[in-house]
T-cell receptor, first 111, second 114 residues
Framework: AQRVTQPEKLLSVFKGAPVELKCNYS??????LFWYVQYSRQRLQLLLR??SRESIKGFTADLNKGETSFHLKKPFAQEEDSAMYYC?????????????FGEGTQLTVNP | DTGVSQNPRHKITKRGQNVTFRCDPI?????LYWYRQTLGQGPEFLTY????????KSRLLSDRFSAERPKGSFSTLEIQRTEQGDSAMYLC????????????FGSGTRLTVV
């Protein structure tokens, strides 16, 4: 069965500092990895997906199959990045493309 | 179409009562998912529909839970004989099967069982 682990429940950095939110996964097939974000009082929304190889709001994430990781990075954190971040996994052999989420990391960017 | 809509936003019920939640997905989306989220946890999959067919149910979905999507449009999630452990945020999401896993989530229904 697939599993997603986010080892840090809380992460606090200062504005302008680099930030890395860790995500590790276990899945026997070829994974599809995602980062979802939930800002205060807003709905869960897709931040980025690894297949797109995109940078959204300055965030990037690289899939490392050797280390089974998909860490989210941003070189210079902003206060508006404060939010709950969830790593999620799906795959071509997972029924309905349903997502398995990690427990989330609450990022706080201090001024 | 303003996205995925869920009603009600909040529901407080007494233990043992039945509750029903509604989800209106994005109109052209043919997949609809229900997730449950408890405090400090990520969303957990409950069930999903493709059009009107319910194709998978999680083991989390006990016999007290039932979901329907009668015409392949809106969906309802009913919980019978609610228990305090049912207290959670119930999230609905929809997607188009031909896209690459692009979910759109609703704001959720927060259930409190007292």
């Amino acid at each position: 069965a697939q599993r997603v682990t986010q080892p840090e429940k809380l992460l606090s950095v200062f504005k302008g500092a680099p930030v890395e939110l860790k995500c590790n996964y276990s899945y026997s097939g070829s994974p599809e990895l995602f980062w979802y974000v939930q800002y205060s009082r807003q709905r869960l929304q897709l931040l980025l997906r690894h297949i797109s190889r995109e940078s959204i709001k300055g965030f990037t994430a690289d899939l490392n199959k050797g280390e089974t990781s998909f860490h989210l990075k941003k070189p210079f954190a902003q206060e508006e990045d404060s939010a709950m971040y969830y790593c999620a996994l799906s795959g071509p052999h997972i029924s309905g493309s349903r997502l398995t989420f990690g427990e989330g990391t609450q990022l706080t960017v201090n001024p | 179409d303003t996205g995925v809509s869920q009603n009600p936003r909040h529901k407080i019920t007494k233990r043992g009562q039945n509750v029903t939640f509604r989800c209106d997905p994005i109109s052209e989306h043919n997949r609809l998912y229900w997730y449950r989220q408890t405090l400090g946890q990520g969303p957990e999959f409950l069930t999903y529909f493709q059009n009107e067919a319910q194709l998978e149910k999680s083991r989390l979905l006990s016999d007290r839970f039932s979901a329907e999507r009668p015409k392949g449009s809106f969906s309802t999630l009913e919980i019978q004989r609610t228990e305090q452990g049912d207290s959670a945020m119930y999230l609905c999401a929809s997607s188009l099967v031909t896209t690459d896993y692009g979910y759109t989530f609703g704001s959720g229904t927060r259930l409190t069982v007292v």
